[in-house]
């Protein structure tokens, strides 16, 4: 019942900048059982974190942000936002909006994010 769908992915050049949109549905009260996160996976590599919200409200990030990246949500809208500056190669991968809780994650379809010149 619920979902997530993420958008906003495409091909950007090193340097530019992305904003990543994740909409959740199913329930009104979504952001209250889960926590969200944006995960990303690149080819031949492991899934991992990139940023996520903690249950006090606070936004964990991973090293390799290195603060370029910033977490936001619209508890309203039921939104999940990643906006993404100052983009590198390395930044390519399909990422993922993630909703966690101690019973099982949901998990976005994922939206392509390219990175080249």
């Known amino acids: 019942q619920v979902q997530l769908v993420e958008s906003g992915g495409g091909l950007v050049q090193p340097g530019g900048s992305l904003r990543l949109s994740c909409a959740a549905s199913g329930s009104p009260f979504i952001f209250k059982f889960y926590t969200m996160g944006w995960y990303r996976q690149a080819p031949g590599k492991q899934r991992e974190l990139v940023a996520a919200?903690?249950?006090?409200?606070?936004?964990n990030y991973a090293e390799f942000v290195q603060g370029r990246f910033t977490i936001s949500k619209d508890n309203t809208a039921n939104l999940v936002y990643l906006q993404m500056n100052s983009l590198k190669a390395e930044d390519t991968a399909v990422y993922y909006c993630?909703?966690?809780?101690?019973?099982?994650?949901?998990w976005g379809q994922g939206t392509q994010v390219t990175v080249s010149s």
């Open positions: 919200f903690t249950s006090g409200g606070s936004a």
């Open positions: 993630n909703a966690r809780r101690t019973m099982g994650d949901i």
